[in-house]
Antibody, heavy 120, light 112 residues
């Protein structure tokens, strides 16, 4: 079965960077399914951040995160990664990776989420 | 402010029918991008509920249905049940944002 398993919670100081991993299994990582990253601040809604094409490494970032977010993928371990730099307190959120289906572009499988807390 | 607009909250009693709207513009829903809906129970990751405007994944009860018309989409829940109490989000893509993904602000459904 398809699974996306994310790395554990992080606590970071303002100005630092955080990297979250998303290990996939149950399907062919490099065929047909982009990986998206979505975040949710405490008590707030979902916010789309970016996607990566695991086959080519091509990426698309939301304008808001341009220059601060970097997506990566490791085809040897079927793992996607998201690094967010220059952290601020308002980056405190749960970060999700999600797989895009290869037909209508919905997000059909989600990781369990990774809480990132930014605090001095 | 979200690109897609949803009512912050809706409510209903068990057995009732409720509708959650998702209003976009000519650069997203109106441009032909499909609308997808997600259900998020407290403390859990979102779960795909409706995809491609009208399609239900296997395992999702047929009490849930979706539609799209013009620059808007709707999620309808019939025969409301207590377990439907959750947050619901619509999602699409936007050509004015170079194809970036966009979400609605979310709707909290309360079952009275």
């Amino acid at each position: 079965q398809v699974q996306l398993v994310q790395s554990g919670a992080e606590v970071k100081k303002p100005g630092a960077s955080v990297k979250i991993s998303c290990k996939t299994s149950g399907y062919t990582f490099t065929i047909g399914h982009y990986i998206h990253w979505v975040r949710q601040a405490p008590g707030q809604g979902l916010e789309w951040m970016a996607w990566i094409n695991p086959n080519t490494g091509g990426t698309k970032y939301a304008e808001k995160f341009q220059g601060r977010v970097t997506l990566t993928r490791d085809t040897s371990t079927n793992t996607a990664g998201m690094e967010l730099s220059s952290l601020r307190s308002d980056d405190t959120a749960v970060y999700y990776c999600a797989r895009e289906d290869n037909w209508l572009r919905s997000l059909d499988y989600w990781g369990q989420g990774t809480l990132v807390t930014v605090s001095s | 402010q979200s690109v897609l607009t949803q009512p912050p909250s809706v409510s209903g009693v068990p057995g009732q029918r409720v509708t959650i709207s998702c209003t976009g513009s000519n650069s997203n829903i109106g441009a032909g991008y499909d609308v997808h809906w997600y259900q998020q129970l407290p403390g859990t990751a979102p779960k795909r509920l409706i995809y491609g405007n009208i399609n239900r994944p296997s395992g999702v009860p047929d009490r849930f249905s979706g539609s799209r018309s013009g620059t808007s989409a709707s999620l309808v829940i019939t025969g409301l049940q207590a377990e439907d109490e959750a947050d619901y989000y619509c999602q699409s893509y936007d050509s004015s944002l170079s194809g970036s993904g966009v979400f609605g602000g979310g709707t909290k459904l309360t079952v009275l």
